[in-house]
């Protein structure tokens, strides 16, 4: 008898569970609870920017709003709908903050979950959050293209690539003043 290799279900797209009739949070937290900032920046998936051009900004906003109230759930005070959709419409408006992924909200929500916010949470607690995952999102996407750019450069490294460059100009340099003092006899 053989066994079968129980293949676990590829989880559904993020977008379709946000921007579902009926948000369901706990499937949010199924399928991308361990959803971490480096995983989050190598998805494929598009900016919140595109899909609010893609399927309407009134609708991601609504969508968005749900995402905050239910991570509001978690506080003492949860965050009625207008103040959610504040911060959708803040996020929506914002250039920087408009380029963050669906995955990336989700990161901050958790990380708004498991940090140490006191009392309410607040529109202004959640942008603020988003604000310094930003900048962190930054400055992690600089250094993960400078660690790419250097993997990729024939592996040599930057001395060793340095010091070939100077050689072969070097060498150029001579090969030049070796024909002008070949043509010099010529031209006496």
Known sequence: ?????????????????????????????????????????????????????????????????????????????PLNTPEAEIVAVEILNDYEMSNLKLEDIVVVIKEIKESEIYGRLTANKIIKHIRGYWERRLKAAVSDSINNSQANKD???????????IAIAAAQLNRVDYTRNQNKKYLK
Request: charged share 25%.
């Open 1 to 77: 008898m053989q066994l079968k290799k129980r293949s676990t279900p590829e989880p559904p797209p993020l977008v379709e569970l946000i921007t579902a009739p009926h948000y369901k949070n706990r499937l949010v937290v199924q399928h991308y609870g361990k959803m971490t900032m480096q995983s989050a920046m190598n998805t494929k998936a598009p900016t919140v920017g595109k899909l609010s051009r893609d399927q309407g900004q009134d609708h991601l906003i609504e969508s968005l709003g749900r995402v905050f109230v239910a991570t509001s759930m978690y506080f003492d005070k």
């Open 155 to 165: 592996g040599a490294e930057m001395t060793e690539r340095v010091k070939k460059t």
